[in-house]
């Protein structure tokens, strides 16, 4: 007979609800199963509920990686647009903290000011354009020109015009979505659409010019700001007669120097003077695409240079096999039919040979350095001679050969390791300043401005670091030695500006030597403690120091110098346990001095927990435990092991005390080094006994392991997975688990669960209930997706404070952030209609949302265990189109995965997706779900070579 029961189907991976008997491929819902239906929609409303954000830390140390740097005009201030936000920084006064810029959420794109500086643009991925006012940073408007969150189109550059009454805005990765121009004195924007930047508009002092293409032809447009508008006149015009070949539409429309130019599909080439308003003769068979250096305009096709000089209507077809170098300047370096390095001037159009095709070369804005036997030779294309570098000598074709000329001086660098640089006279080749060998150089790493060079470097004995600069309108070439390794951001007058692996910024004066140092609070954090009672945060860093926080305001109380890095460190009623790598010491708490008492571990160890004057320390197959003296002073007492009717592990990676257990966690491997599983075990606290080996059911490098500050729940971080055990309940598998696959660290902050997600970008903080996995909310620096930017595989530090208000932890640049933990709040969502993307695939009578109704699409998985249910989450692959769009998968939200007992106890994890109110109207969502390799629920195998390669599914409903 079969059973009827209502459930999440398993076998058939739809994710419904229905009435099946088990095993069985998917029935339909009958309507008697509609109340149940409702029923579990309810519940769904807690298991899948949207995600909530909250974007703003109670505190931040640190600056986080520096994308760029700007100096305003004047040279007094330095932008730092960094991974954590938007910093003013004063040159002269480097005492002072640098200043945050308030206002964006997202990273910085770009930074422009105007002629005066009293005005500076900044651009970025929350879809924004911001004004402020300089040297303040005062914030005057904001303009949303794009929604955030990984839209193709977030604001790009920005341009002011000379007199800064117009922003031109840059839109998209590709520049692609058209642009924005601002009016600088009201913030209002103007959308230019089907526009590329910069070659179809340009900024002439006080206005701006684009091409805009309409049925007619092109129009050439001038903008201006008029009080708080923006004024839009035509200036010129190209109409489909004159720049159409047999009626053939134009696919190309840029503007040179002074000419706006079109090349239509049957390779016409047109254009318009825009000084006088004069037509050009229509130049035939020209190649695309164009490239514009000034009013030449050229292109290759099929082996053939094309170049055209718009002002005197020369026209040069040139052969040739490949282009080399195109810098948008006036010379193009290329290979010509006999494999010679020839050179074509754009301006003359005339050519050079220069040598035969060399291995080892350089090439920048006319001038060619080559290697020819073993000296190093340089071609001059706007003389056409070349000379002989004085003492450079090359020893073979596998070596770098680099250079920066200026002011008739040329740097070069060339050699392996080490390289060597030095100063010659462009226009002689005698040596200026002789090469000198350095080593540990990067020159991805360098900073160039018109005259100048730097890099971090090290001398030959490879024990002093420093910054060589270069200064080629002075012929100076120095090494001027640091504390640590220095690299260089950008040059600032006779300065230059530089940050260290330390988080520290300073200014080196090259004219003199003398370097500033700016007062820092960034330095990367490598472990983090709260106190049990919460009040004070302990921060193991890279600088070799233990500092102690305020919690409440982020305010510095205390600085210990230690011996080396704190890898791990643990926080008691008496003071830190600091472990440095296979080191262990402990620090009181007030610290009057430093303890010289280290006890060195006789194996490895990874992490450590405090409780009492307890030290427990996760060794080589074994957990070792400390005690602590009043002085301080520890020695060592007991190893434990498990039973020997337990398999052994080889390393416990990490451990936790409560006032009942310790609990360590390791893995454990098969003969052929291959990892079978991840496991904890508890030992009796008190008599040191073996209680109980608890499987994770998981395979992957345990992070993290902590117990909640009542001891009822125990959490382990391994695999990209949290995973939670309920003591009051059992021990023979845990209440639930993370499902978001990128979990690298966890906390327990009371009665909340606290596991980070590792992002490239941002590490947010996913917040859920201990007793029952109930999603909570997200804490998250930033409105982009979490998942957008894939983590990594390291741990990433996190701690919790016992009273649940604060969770503290290592961002993805090293700085330190604080988050308050916010009030508990409803998260049933009680006002959204819950739709199933298949339910007319299961014969449901649709849910019809009203049209200020939001509306969520919800689905299910479900597995008899575990490893399975990782399986699927590993290898799924869901498609969901709304109304024929694809709906973006970062925006799916995953549910914990527990036992659900009204799905036969099977391990069940929800999906969702909000997708907002819709309008009025019938809508159409289309469901697939396929796997990159087959699995198998523990009823039926899904997948590749499987009866069910997928599952598919559709749902029509109406928005009333």
């Known amino acids: ?126 879809g924004t354009v911001r004004l402020w006012r300089m040297p303040s940073g005062e914030a005057i408007w904001s303009a949303r020109l794009s929604d955030p969150c990984c839209e193709s189109d977030p604001p790009a550059k920005v341009f002011f015009t000379d007199d800064a009454s117009l922003l031109m805005v840059e839109m998209g990765a590709q520049y692609s979505a058209g642009a924005f121009v601002i009016n600088v004195h009201s913030g209002k924007a103007l959308h230019i659409e089907n526009n590329m930047f910069p070659n179809n508009a340009t900024i002439r002092g006080n206005d701006l010019f684009y091409i805009n293409q309409a049925k007619d032809g092109f129009h050439i447009y001038r903008l201006h700001a008029t009080d708080d508008k923006i004024a839009q006149n035509e200036a010129a015009a190209l109409n489909a007669a004159q720049v159409q070949d047999e009626a053939s539409p134009n696919t190309a429309a840029r503007l040179t120097k002074d000419y706006a130019i079109a090349l239509s599909d049957k390779s016409v080439l047109s254009g318009i003077n825009l000084k006088n308003g004069n037509k050009l003769e229509p130049i035939i068979d020209f190649p695309q695409p164009m490239a514009i250096f000034e009013n030449t305009v050229w292109g290759t096709r099929n082996g053939i240079l094309s170049a055209v000089n718009l002002d005197t209507g020369t026209r040069v077809d040139l052969a040739l096999k490949d282009i080399r170098s195109n810098d948008n300047k006036q010379w193009l370096l290329y290979i010509d039919t006999d494999g010679q390095f020839s050179v074509f001037d754009l301006t003359t159009l005339e050519h050079t040979a220069v040598i035969p095709m060399a291995t080892i070369y350089s090439w920048t804005n006319g001038y060619l350095l080559y290697s020819e036997n073993t000296s190093i030779k340089l071609f001059n294309a706007a003389t056409g001679k070349t000379i002989t570098l004085e003492d450079a000598v090359i020893q073979n074709d596998n070596q770098l050969l680099y250079m920066h000329i200026a002011d008739d ?48 470097a090290q001398d030959t004995s490879g024990q002093t670091s420093g910054l060589l600069v270069a200064d ?7 090494f001027y030695p640091t504390p640590i390794s220095e690299q260089p951001q950008l040059f ?14 300073g200014l080196l004066d090259f004219t003199t030597g003398e370097q500033i140092r700016f007062t820092s609070e960034g330095h990367s954090v490598s472990a983090l403690a709260f106190s049990p009672d919460s009040k004070r945060l302990a921060t193991g860093g890279t600088d070799n120091t233990v500092r102690l926080w305020d919690v409440n305001t982020g305010a510095q109380v205390a600085l210990i110098a230690v011996p080396n890095m704190a890898t791990r460190i643990a926080y008691g009623e008496r003071g830190i346990a600091a472990l440095y790598t296979h080191q262990l010491q402990f620090i009181n708490i007030p610290a009057t001095s430093v303890p010289t008492n280290t006890l060195v571990g006789s194996t490895e160890l990874d992490d450590i927990a405090l409780q009492g004057d307890t030290i427990a320390a996760a060794g080589e197959g074994n957990v070792q435990l400390f005690t602590v003296d009043t002085a301080g002073n520890i020695s060592a007492t007991n190893r434990l092991v498990p039973v020997s009717s337990k398999p052994s592990l080889r390393q416990y990676n990490t451990v936790a005390m409560s006032e009942r257990y310790i609990a360590a966690a ?12 991840t496991v904890v075990d508890l030992w009796n606290v008190t008599t040191h006994k073996y209680v109980q080996r608890l499987d994770s059911q998981t395979h992957g490098q345990a992070y993290d392991l902590s117990f909640s500050s009542d001891g009822a729940h125990l959490a382990l971080t391994t695999g990209g997975i949290t995973v939670v055990w309920n003591f009051q309940r059992t021990l023979t598998e845990p209440a639930f688990i993370t499902t978001t696959g990128l979990d690298s660290g966890s906390a327990f902050a009371g009665n909340v669960l606290a596991s980070v997600e590792q992002s490239w970008l941002k590490h947010t903080v996913d917040l859920h209930a201990a007793n029952d996995g109930i999603y909570m909310g997200t804490l998250r620096r930033t409105i982009n997706s979490s998942g957008s930017g894939g983590g990594n595989s390291y741990r990433v530090p996190l701690a919790a404070s016992a009273d649940g208000s604060y969770v503290a932890l290592v961002d993805a640049s090293g700085e330190l952030v604080m988050w308050h933990i916010p009030a508990p709040f409803d998260t049933t969502n009680s006002d959204k209609a819950y739709v199933i993307p298949y339910c007319d695939s299961l014969g449901l009578i649709p849910v019809n949302p009203t049209q200020n109704q939001p509306v969520m699409l919800t689905w299910s998985w479900y597995a008899t265990n575990i490893p399975n249910l990782m399986d699927h989450l590993r290898s799924a692959y869901y498609e969901i189109a709304l109304d024929g769009t694809n709906l973006p998968q970062w925006q799916f939200q995953r549910s914990t995965a527990n036992r659900n007992k009204v799905n036969n106890n099977n391990w069940t994890l929800y999906y969702s997706l909000d997708v907002g109110t819709l309008k009025p109207g019938v809508h159409t969502l289309m469901y697939r ?21 997928e599952d598919t599914g559709t749902c029509t409903f109406t928005v009333n």
């Open 472 to 478: 080629l309108k002075s012929g100076m070439l120095g």
């Open 409 to 456: 001086k040329l740097l070069t660098a060339y050699g392996t390791n080490p390289i060597y640089f030095g100063i010659f006279d462009a226009l002689t080749g005698k040596k200026i300043v002789a090469p000198t060998p350095y080593i540990s150089i990067n020159l991805n790493l360098s900073v160039t401005d018109k005259d100048r060079f730097a890099i971090s």
């Open 929 to 949: 779900l396929t796997w990159q390799s087959s699995i198998s629920d523990g009823i039926t195998d899904y997948g590749p070579n499987t009866a069910h390669p």
């Open 666 to 677: 390791g893995s454990i491997y098969a003969k052929d080094g291959s990892l079978l599983d």
């Open 492 to 505: 600032i007058g006779d300065q230059l500006f530089y940050r260290n692996r330390e988080v520290g910024y």
């Open 1 to 126: 007979m079969v059973s009827l029961e209502v459930k999440k189907s398993g076998s058939d991976k739809m994710g419904v609800f229905n009435l099946f008997p088990k095993g069985n491929l998917m029935r339909r819902v009958s309507l008697v199963c509609l109340s149940f239906l409702f029923i579990l929609l309810l519940s769904l409303s807690t298991t899948s509920a949207q995600e909530i954000v909250y974007s703003t830390p109670a505190w931040v140390k640190g600056y986080g990686a520096i994308w760029f740097t700007e100096h305003t005009p004047d040279n007094s201030q330095i932008i730092l647009a960094t991974s954590t936000g938007l910093y003013l920084l004063n040159t002269h006064t480097p005492d002072v903290l640098p200043v945050r810029l308030e206002g964006h959420t997202d990273t910085i794109r770009s930074v422009a000011f105007s002629l005066d500086g009293s005005l500076m643009a900044t651009s970025s991925f929350d």
